[in-house]
Nanobody, 122 residues
Framework: QVQLVESGGGLVQAGGSLRLSCAAS????????KGWFRQAPGKEREFVAG????????SYTDSVKGRFIISRDYAKNMVFLQMNSLKPEDTAVYYC???????????????WGQGTQVTVSS
């Protein structure tokens, strides 16, 4: 079992930055694919960024490429999402998740955090 807790969300103006953190407990994150997803009101949960179990490969949805960066600190058992040049359309609840294998599909992720709200004002 892996327990995930996100933090770092908030209200920011367009063009600003936020850094989301995800603290894991129970098992080391190095054994899992790590993902960040988001869900805006009335929309389905979507993949934002992911990192393979060893951290060697990262992937991003097209709308955040060049603006968001996923990283990890295995010593602290944490994953981060640095979000720059934020846009109002980035407004959503952001979730940290872990999966036993690489995937961008939310259904393949076994462990989820409670989510953290990110609101970008125009």
């Amino acid at each position: 079992q892996v327990q995930l807790v996100e933090s770092g969300g908030g209200l920011v103006q367009a063009g600003g930055s936020l850094r989301l953190s995800c603290a894991a407990s129970g098992r080391t994150l190095i054994m899992y694919t790590k993902g960040w997803f988001r869900q805006a009101p009335g929309k389905e949960r979507e993949f934002v960024a992911g990192m393979t179990w060893g951290g060697g490969t990262t992937s991003y949805t097209d709308s955040v490429k060049g603006r968001f960066i996923i990283s990890r600190d295995y010593a602290k058992n944490m994953v981060f999402l640095q979000m720059n040049s934020l846009k109002p359309e980035d407004t959503a609840v952001y979730y940290c998740a872990a999966a036993p294998k690489w995937s961008t599909g939310s259904g393949d992720y076994s462990y989820w955090g409670q989510g953290t709200q990110v609101t970008v004002s125009s």
